[in-house]
């Protein structure tokens, strides 16, 4: 069972489904229609009052109830004179933050899930979704492939996957994690993009953690007043086998949220890899959807987890990086890290290894471009063989011998450069004398001089 916000929903939720947590993204603004309801006074107040109960009676932290309260009830009698939903929502969102401290603390404006939810009423600890609302959870989750968004082979066998939510539906996907798992298991490194990823199921978040270590391990215990803890052990059973010593590396940024920051921490906690961006979000409790008339979902922290190694989770305060760079060019950071990491094995393969440095000439490159003065790139113009090496736009031109003419791409400051539109299969070196032609899957340069 897994418990979300509306589809729209874009940022931060962290629910507990038995016997685990399971974290969900929280609200983004929902598009104005017209057939939005207009809110009453009545039906305002009405909210609140179910608001009010709903935080009494389950919110993690009893001392900080008061001031939510009292800013709802301030927030009735000033700031939510609207007859707009989506701006009510918005505004109750902004009090229930800003007197909890708590990310995970917010109203949306759903109309379809709050039908599909039933009857309105109070969340407890045991609610379990109609079948309605996971229907529509479901049907979400197959449409993205359970949020494993992309799948790739990057140079030097490095494998990425990204990862948009943690989506869980029974019985379906695990089945769209072995897939992926088998994919990256064939990968010298792997790459796991959360960025931009609000959050999702614990469940999910579980079954890739245990791929990477060993089986009925604690990873999280979940606690809630008047309950006993839960745990979340790593599964001892994995269809695609476990990625255990595979050099692993995880981006984040400040998108990052609850289930996505829960496997940034252990990642991080566990040393089990490299974590490269900015911080994240910095949401850790574990929240509940309860709607609220007349067309609202409210979510409500009503536990918090603790790792076994620090003995704490990452509320409020995120998930630091261990390599802190633009998370813009996290994938080009993590991608050089790899393949440094790879080379530097004193075991390697001589072919596996030529395979790397390869790749790595052209992310280092990517990364840190090279600068040629143009009166040296000037002077190693002229005709290798039947091929012509031209000036133009400020660069090299490479002239092959039916006339095509394209980019020379520097990849390093003593002139070596990969050919445009040959997807970096081959490399020309200028020395000036000669022109030293290579193809990726050839061992050697073909020499060719200067005429």
């Avoid at 685990?20 to 609140?48: E, K």
Wanted: with cysteine; aromatic share 8%; net charge neutral.
């Amino acid at each position: 069972m897994i418990v979300r916000c509306s589809a729209i929903a874009a940022l931060l939720a962290l629910s507990v489904a038995m016997p685990v947590g399971a974290q969900r993204a929280a609200p983004a603004a929902v598009a104005r229609t017209a057939t939005a309801i207009a809110l009453t006074p009545a039906t305002r107040s009405a909210a609140i009052d179910q608001i009010v109960n709903t935080i009494e009676k389950t919110y993690v932290f009893p001392d900080r109830v008061p001031a939510m309260v009292a800013k709802l009830r301030e927030g009735l009698a000033q700031r939510y004179d609207t007859a707009d939903p989506s701006v009510f929502a918005e505004r109750v969102t902004t009090d229930l933050r800003a007197a909890s401290g708590d990310r995970h603390m917010y109203l949306n404006y759903a109309p379809d899930e709050f039908a599909a939810a039933g009857s309105a009423g109070t969340a407890t600890n045991n609610q379990k979704e109609s079948p309605e609302l996971e229907a529509i959870h479901r049907r979400a989750a197959v449409r993205g492939n359970h949020g494993l968004a992309r799948m790739d082979i990057l140079p030097g066998n490095v494998r990425y996957l990204k990862i948009t939510g943690f989506e869980w539906v029974d019985d379906q996907t695990g089945a769209a994690y072995d897939s992926a798992m088998r994919f990256l298991r064939d990968g010298d490194a792997v790459i796991i993009d959360l960025r931009g990823n609000g959050g999702g199921s614990h469940a999910a978040v579980r079954y890739l953690l245990s791929h990477f270590m060993d089986g009925d391990t604690l990873d999280m215990t979940f606690l809630q007043a008047g309950a006993p803890p839960s745990q979340s052990r790593t599964l001892e059973y994995l269809p695609a086998g476990r990625l255990k010593g595979k050099p692993l590396y995880v981006l984040i940024d400040r998108y990052v949220g609850s289930a996505a920051e829960a496997f940034a921490y252990d990642v991080q906690q566990f040393r089990l890899g490299t974590l490269i961006g900015a911080a994240t979000a910095g949401a850790a409790n574990n929240n509940r959807f309860s709607p609220v008339a007349p067309e609202f979902m409210l979510s409500v922290s009503f536990g918090r987890p603790v790792h076994p190694i620090s003995q704490s989770n990452w509320e409020k305060t995120g998930v630091s990086p261990d390599v802190a760079i633009d998370p813009a060019r996290a994938l080009e950071t993590a991608q050089s890290l790899a393949l440094a990491s790879l080379v530097a094995r004193p075991t390697a393969d001589a072919g596996d290894r030529a395979d790397w440095e390869w790749a790595r000439i052209a992310i280092d490159a990517r990364l840190r471009p090279p600068v040629i003065p143009e009166a040296k790139l000037r002077s190693l113009t002229g005709v290798y063989g039947a091929n012509r090496v031209g000036f133009q736009d400020g660069g090299l031109t490479y002239q092959r011998t039916n006339g095509e003419v394209v980019k020379l791409v520097p990849l390093t400051a003593d002139a070596l450069f990969s050919v445009e539109g040959y997807d970096d299969h081959l490399r020309i070196r200028l020395t000036g004398e000669a022109m030293e032609r290579q193809w990726v899957d050839e061992p050697t340069a073909t020499r060719i001089p200067r005429k």
